[in-house]
Every structure is written in C-alpha cells, then in structure tokens.
C-alpha cells in the first residue's frame, strides 16, 4: 500500500508531537532546545512544498495582523535579555537598575530580564508555538487531515492518561524520566506539574468531543464506517475524563465542569442536528465525574477540586518563612507597579522573589500561584498587549486550528 508525501509529512508530525509529550515538552531548557531544532527543521522542510507553501500564505492573509503582533512579541522578548548600557536600562528597568547599584561591582551591560538565561529558554518556547501553529495549518488543510489530527490528539490523551492513572495507583514512584513522585496522591503521567496535565487533557477531550459532533453530523452511509471510530472516541473520554478529575488540579477539574457546561448550554443546537447520542455522552461524563467518582474517591475529595481558596490561605512553610498562596500572589501583584512598563521577564519571579524576600527557598518561590499576574509581571504592559493583541482573532488554540 502506497502511503501519499502528505500522510507521510503527518505521521512523521505526530511522531514528533509523541517525544514531545512523552518527554514533558519544554519543561527542561535541554528540551526546549531540541523541540524548537526540531520544529524549525521540519518547518523547513514543509517549505519546499509547494502546495504547503501556498496553504501558509493563505493562512497569513487571513491573520496577517495577528502574526505581524506575535512576532513583535517575539522581538520584545529578545529585546529583554539584550545586555543594556547601564544608562539605558535605568530608563527601561529602574527598578532592576536600584538592585545592580546595591552590588558592589561594577556592571556596565545588564539586560532588562531579572533571569536572561530563561528568558531565552522562554523565548524559544514562543517561537516554537508559532511554528508549530505555521506546520498544522501548512500539512493539516483539509476537513479529512484535521480529523486525523483530532483523532491523534484523543489518542496521545487516552495514553497519557493511562499512563497517569497505572502510576497514580502505585503512588507515583519516579521510573527513568518520569519524575512525578512530588506529587505521590494526584495523577500527572509524563508530566510533572498536574496542573499541566490537566489542562493538556483538557485540549485533547476538546478535540475528543468535536469529534464526535463532526461524526454525528455525518448523514450519509458512510457514517456506519465511523462507528468503531465514535466508540474508541468515547472510551478516550472516559479515561482521559478521569485523568483530568484524579489530577485533583483545581484550575483543571473547574475548567472541566465549566467545558461540560458550556457543551450542554449548545445541546438544543445538538438536538436540532439530530446528534442526541453527543449530548448523553456529556451528560454520562458530568455524572461519571460526580456520582460514580463520587462514591470511589469520596465526596468532599471531589468537591475540594473546586475549592478555589482553601489551600490560597493555608501556610506554606518553608525554612523561616510563614506564607500563604494569597500572599506570593500579592507580592506577586505588587511587584507589578515596580516593572509595570518593561516587566522583569520570563521566567524572572523566581529571582525576584528571592531578591525580596530573605531565606526564601525556590520549591515554591518558582512561580506566583496566578498565572495572569505572572504573565502580566514578566511581560509589562508592553509585552502583555502585544500578547493580547496577537491572539485576539482566535484566542484559544482549538479555535485556531477549527478556523
């Protein structure tokens, strides 16, 4: 069986989409290193298609804007871990420019980022989702080739989650580069950070449901050729579903019930396509999530997912420091007004909180609890419009690739 350049361009993409969820994507700068090679190098080799090359230029026509305010993004980012005549950066960054005069060194270039080294780790992490967003419109153009990327997307999420959940019930042991013993009572397969787990999750049970809309839409006999596809489309669900759930991530089970809310406020919109069987599989997930998972883990376990506060004033002890989530994510609000035009840069919270607080230790100095004052932080208002104004058109990945 002959298989086509175009399928071949796209299985040698998920494969590369696979290390990199195996691996945990840039969570490591040895990593965010290999991904943007990568990616820059099969994006290259896209480039040499014709049909590819004219599929990007449509896609730039349509978001021209968008891409022109990302890659002024991207350039202000490198702008902040360019070295700056000390005269300069007590322009661009007075606050860093207080901290250098504390030294008793003398610093004539200093960059406006608190942390320059990630910053750059950062930066190349930016420039890969731009790339990686460049290839999926460039190889995956047509209704068919994005239902296969779905298709792959519920996969590597019912994997993912399998994988979480086997390691979840033994209680987390690290295993070769599967480091999540930190978290020994959640589940976060491939990934340390549970919270990212279960926003990940979150994306491929969004492609696992729009998939089962497009198949439910289908009239014709060539629907009866999906039905095997629908019902592993639906076992991914359910365990990608737990995955989410047994994460106990706050941010990710809110995010879930708010998903299941928002597909069944469109369920009269479903019943006029007469795909009724797409609204009985979110209702049997809302219930599997809050019956059946209910009795197993135990009901005030289920709704302390939802309980945004009670760990935001709970004490985080740590050397001889006394502080609560609430207070790292004031400092972190605070710090604002300090570097509110140019920020401190990406990746730069860790080295200001230590900078401010005495024996601070960076277990959970590393980031503020509040991903939006962070962002805002690191980015100054500068970088965060610039942010906002890139992705305004779509706003959200899925709706990127459905657009």
């Known amino acids: 069986m002959r298989i086509s350049n175009n399928k071949k361009f796209q299985y040698l993409f998920f494969f590369i989409l696979s290390i990199c969820v195996i691996f945990n994507g840039g969570n490591s700068n040895l990593m965010s290193q290999i991904i943007f090679i990568t990616f820059s190098s099969y ?7 014709k049909n590819y090359k004219m599929h990007l230029n449509a896609f730039y026509l349509n978001y021209k804007n968008s891409i022109f305010f990302y890659c002024i993004f991207l350039i202000y980012l490198l702008f902040q871990i360019v070295p700056l005549p000390i005269n300069l950066l007590k322009i661009f960054s007075p606050e860093k420019f ?34 990686l967003v460049f290839i999926i419109k460039m190889v995956f153009y047509s209704d068919r080739h994005k239902k296969r990327l779905f298709i792959f997307i519920s996969l590597i999420g019912f994997i993912s989650s399998i994988v979480a959940l086997g390691f979840y019930f033994i209680g987390n042991p690290d295993y070769l580069f599967i480091k999540n013993s930190f978290y020994s009572n959640s589940s976060t397969g491939f990934f340390i950070n549970r919270t990212v787990f279960s926003i990940f999750c979150l994306f491929c049970l969004i492609a696992s449901l729009e998939l089962l ?22 076992l991914f669900i359910i365990f990608i579903s737990i995955g989410i759930i047994t994460s106990f991530s706050r941010i990710g089970n809110f995010l879930l019930l708010l998903t299941i809310f928002f597909y069944l406020l469109g369920s009269k919109q479903s019943l006029q396509l007469n795909n009724k069987s797409f609204k009985y599989t979110i209702i049997f997930i809302f219930i599997f999530d809050i019956v059946i998972l209910g009795i197993y883990f135990g009901t005030s376990q289920i709704i302390d997912r939802f309980y945004f506060l009670k760990e935001e004033f709970s004490h985080i002890n740590y050397s001889d420091n006394n502080l609560t989530r609430f207070q790292l994510i004031k400092f972190s ?20 909180f230590q900078i401010n607080q005495a024996n601070s230790g960076s277990l959970f100095a590393n980031h503020s609890h509040s991903d939006i004052l962070e962002y805002i ?21 899925a709706n990127l690739l459905i657009a």
């Open 43 to 49: 994006f290259l080799i896209c480039l040499k298609n």
């Open 98 to 131: 207080i901290y250098l005069s504390n030294i008793q060194e003398d610093i004539h270039y200093s960059s406006i980022s608190l942390s320059p080294s990630n910053s750059f780790f950062q930066l190349l992490n930016f420039f890969s989702f731009l790339i």
């Open 377 to 397: 932080g690191e980015f100054g208002l500068v970088g965060f419009i610039l942010f906002i104004f890139s992705i305004k058109k779509f706003f959200f990945l």
């Open 333 to 352: 609000f605070e710090e604002i007004k300090n570097f509110y035009l140019f920020g401190y840069g990406t990746g730069g919270f860790e080295t200001l």
């Open 213 to 234: 809309k497009e198949f439910d839409k289908e009239t014709n006999i060539k629907n009866k050729d999906n039905f095997f596809i629908k019902n592993y489309i639906r």
